[in-house]
């Protein structure tokens, strides 16, 4: 089980606002959405750097279904 790097990001709200910021530069609608998961950010928000989980579209993610439209 991972830890909630919740706590980590609300720590360092910048993260994802920059995140926001990024995604919406690109002309994209932002949906913030809480997750949890096996991830590697959240092992690295608690090493020290603050990272946050974007989604970039990925469906039936760790299946033999996976898969990741490109536009």
């Not at 790097?5 to 994209?28: F, S, W």
């Not at 991830?39 to 299946?63: E, K, V, W, Y």
Request: aromatic letters at 8%; charged letters at 20%.
């Amino acid at each position: 089980q991972y830890r909630n790097m919740k706590e980590i990001l609300d720590q360092h709200p910048q993260v994802v606002a920059n995140a926001i910021t990024a995604y919406e530069r690109c002309g994209l609608t932002v949906v913030k959405e809480p997750i949890r998961g096996g991830t590697d950010g959240s092992r690295l928000s608690f090493m020290g750097l603050p990272c946050a989980n974007l989604f970039t579209g990925m469906q039936g993610i760790h299946s033999k279904q996976e898969w990741v439209g490109v536009k």
